[in-house]
């Protein structure tokens, strides 16, 4: 049963480019979660998304961040006209449910870098 | 969401327990402590979750006192592996998928 898969890896956009971040959950979770950890620092929240409902995007910035999360196929981050405050890892996490205190499983991210 | 304070990063030697302690003095009634932990280029992977009292597990105890305002992540007998960063957290309730990372505590295990 593979974990949660991200990809790319590693990312390079120059400045005003689009970014695409691919996440696929674990089998058998519908629940797909985004975070952004700059170095040196905890992850924070980007948005929460289940099969085509975007639920809680509190944590996105209003402009050129957009997430989806297909009835087929992962969920898709994406950056547009990306500039250098957008380096940063990445990270996908899903759960089975949002039962409280669900335990999130997280991919191993995508760094990008923005020349 | 509780905020939580831990140590910027701790030392210890293979073989050693460590104890790392976490402050929530805000912590809600509804409110559970989970801690994660983190290896470089890695996504975060739970390690344990409590309400109160101890839980343990295959990997780590946690201790949460009975005015919950602080716990203690415990490992025994850490190896090199065990380096990495430990993240508390505490949160509860509907929102509780929206994690509050502090910077975590750093741990370093030498041989």
């Known amino acids: 049963n593979a974990g949660v898969m991200q990809n790319p890896r590693h990312l390079v956009r120059r400045r005003g480019q689009e970014a695409r971040l691919r996440c696929s959950p674990m089998k058998g979770h519908s629940h797909v979660y985004w975070y952004r950890q700059l170095p040196e620092e905890g992850l924070k929240f980007m948005v929460y998304?289940?099969?085509?409902?975007?639920?809680?995007e509190s944590g996105m910035p209003k402009e050129r961040f957009s997430a989806e999360f297909p009835k087929e196929g992962p969920s898709i981050l994406r950056i547009q006209q990306v500039v250098r405050g957008d380096s940063a890892a990445y990270f996908c996490?899903?759960?089975?449910?949002?039962?409280?205190?669900?335990?999130?499983?997280f991919g191993s991210g995508t760094q990008l870098s923005v020349l | 969401l509780a905020k939580t304070t831990q140590p910027i990063s701790m030392d210890s030697y293979e073989g050693q327990e460590v104890n790392i302690t976490c402050s929530h003095n805000?912590?809600?009634?509804?409110?559970?402590i989970t801690w994660y932990q983190q290896f470089p280029s890695q996504g975060p992977r739970f390690i344990i979750q409590?309400?109160?009292t101890k839980v343990t597990n295959e990997v780590a105890s946690l201790f949460i006192p009975a005015d919950r305002k602080s716990s203690t992540l415990s490992l025994p007998r850490v190896s090199l592996s065990d380096t990495a960063v430990y993240y508390c957290l505490v949160g509860g309730g509907d929102s509780s998928y929206k994690l509050i990372f502090g910077s975590g505590t750093r741990l370093l295990v030498r041989p």
């Open positions: 805000n912590i809600a009634t509804n409110d559970y």
């Open positions: 409590g309400y109160k």
């Open positions: 996490a899903s759960s089975p449910s949002t039962g409280i205190n669900e335990k999130l499983f």
């Open positions: 998304l289940q099969k085509e409902n975007i639920i809680d």
